[in-house]
């Protein structure tokens, strides 16, 4: 079995769509517009790209070449190079931190499948209060039953393996949101009254920039491009030796940011056009949306299909996310991939359950210091263990794996440039955003 896991490669198409599919997700299509809309809009966005291009990038390549060179999980890769098991042991944490991001990711991913069924049935219409509609569903044990549905399908993509299952499913996927996005788009963007949408996201407006908007959106480039997780070490282990590297992180940094351009073009002209205000928050797409869509004619179908959308986003997503401690368990405790998919399938739904009852019926128990269970997870996640274990990544690769320039494969130009920001850029970023979440600094 486990000869049978080493053999199994990625091709390079495949590797492409799945990097894009892990990338492309609920983080650009229901985290990214709230943020943006919150600190500050288009020059938001602009920052966004500029965090992108100086560390989303170089960290990218280096989870990746990381997962080439040692060819193990998300923390024996780091052991296998070093020789070392105290990288491993920093390793661990993304394993770790992968395993809870998934077990509230499938419950939100569950929201989205849940709203997709509303919207075709037309259901999503009969009221016109949204935010009652929402809360009545938080209170409901409906989530979970929707949360099962994503993990059994994420359960079923991953068991079949690398390239039968990851590969195939995601080379399916992403194209067939491209063609869904751009029809989306093009009917937000003609709607009367769109263009105030669109310049509210694409015409920068400086004087609304905080330091804490370059912050967060250093933190969003990172939740974004899936870093900071062990995904793309996890990924990258499966990547073909004659893959070019650097041509691979370029396409998936541009698909990213296309996919949240195009995202933003359809979000942000429906609210506009709706009267309503972009600065909403987490409900914004489940609360503002439906109310958009219902004013809208083909409403139902229109709305439909961009939920779904959207949920097909997240399993591609979430197919990655638990790939990581699949990978993990099955090296480590020499199971088979389909006694090691059901397992952690089953225990990361089950370690999901209270997170998704913290936001209806447990809410009174299930909270500390008035933030929800939920809240709490995806806090310490994305915004401790992510740029902890981002920082191990720049570190690792910057400055103790002296082979990461043969591995990344880069020309020499490319390489000083890439190992500056490694060494540099990215590590000062990071560790200013944790010291900011820790309250250790206050902007
Ligand atoms: N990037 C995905 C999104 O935008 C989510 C995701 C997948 C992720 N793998 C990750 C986030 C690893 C942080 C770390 O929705």
């Not at 063609?179 to 003609?190: I, M, Q």
């Not at 056009?273 to 914004?284: D, H, K, S």
Request: charged share 10%; net charge positive.
């Amino acid at each position: 079995m486990s000869e049978h896991r080493r053999n199994d490669r990625f091709s390079s198409f495949g590797f492409i769509m799945s990097a894009i599919g892990s990338a492309v997700g609920l983080g650009n299509m229901w985290k990214f517009p709230y943020v943006t809309g919150t600190y500050g809009g288009a020059a938001f966005f602009l920052l966004f790209m500029v965090c992108l291009l100086l560390v989303g990038l170089p960290v990218l390549l280096a989870e990746l070449a990381v997962g080439r060179g040692g060819r193990g999980n998300a923390a024996s890769s780091l052991t296998k190079i070093s020789g070392n098991k105290g990288w491993g042991a920093l390793g661990f944490l993304s394993v770790a931190g992968s395993f809870f991001i998934m077990s509230f990711y499938g419950v939100v991913a569950g929201w989205t499948l849940h709203y997709a069924l509303l919207s075709f049935t037309g259901k999503l219409f009969r009221t016109s209060d949204y935010t009652g509609l929402f809360s009545n569903f938080m209170n409901s044990l409906t989530p979970i039953g929707w949360q099962l549905v994503v993990m059994l399908v994420t359960a079923l993509v991953l068991i079949r393996g690398v390239s039968e299952g990851i590969e195939r499913f995601n080379k399916f996927i992403i194209p067939a949101l491209v063609v869904l996005l751009l029809l989306l788009a093009f009917h937000a963007l003609s709607l009367e009254g769109a263009m105030e949408g669109v310049s509210f996201f694409l015409k920068p407006d400086f004087s609304k920039l905080t330091a804490e908007s370059a912050l967060v959106a250093l933190g969003q480039a990172f939740f974004s491009m899936s870093l900071g997780m062990g995904t793309m070490v996890t990924y990258g282990a499966y990547v073909q030796k004659s893959q070019s590297l650097g041509a691979a992180t370029l396409s998936v940094g541009v698909g990213n940011a296309l996919y949240a351009l195009l995202a933003g073009l359809i979000i942000f002209p429906t609210i506009f056009v709706f009267g309503i205000a972009p600065t909403e928050g987490p409900g914004l797409i489940f609360v503002a949306l439906p109310a958009a869509f219902s004013a809208m004619p083909w409403g139902a179908f229109f709305g439909g299909l961009f939920f779904v959308l959207l949920a097909f986003a997240a399993i591609t997503s979430a197919v990655s996310i638990l790939e990581v401690p699949v990978a993990y368990a099955s090296e480590r405790f020499g199971w088979n991939r389909p006694t090691t998919v059901v397992t952690v399938s089953l225990l990361c739904f089950i370690a999901g359950v209270p997170s998704a009852l913290s936001l209806g019926i447990g809410s009174s128990v299930l909270e500390l210091g008035g933030k929800s269970l939920f809240d709490w997870i995806d806090f310490v996640c994305s915004n401790i263990v992510l740029p902890v274990s981002g920082l191990v990544i720049t570190l690792f690769a910057g400055y103790a794996w002296k082979g990461a320039a043969a591995e990344a494969g880069l020309t020499a130009f490319w390489i000083k440039i890439w190992l500056f920001m490694l060494r540099f850029v990215a590590p000062l970023l990071v560790l200013l955003v944790l010291l900011y979440y820790a309250g250790v600094i206050r902007i």
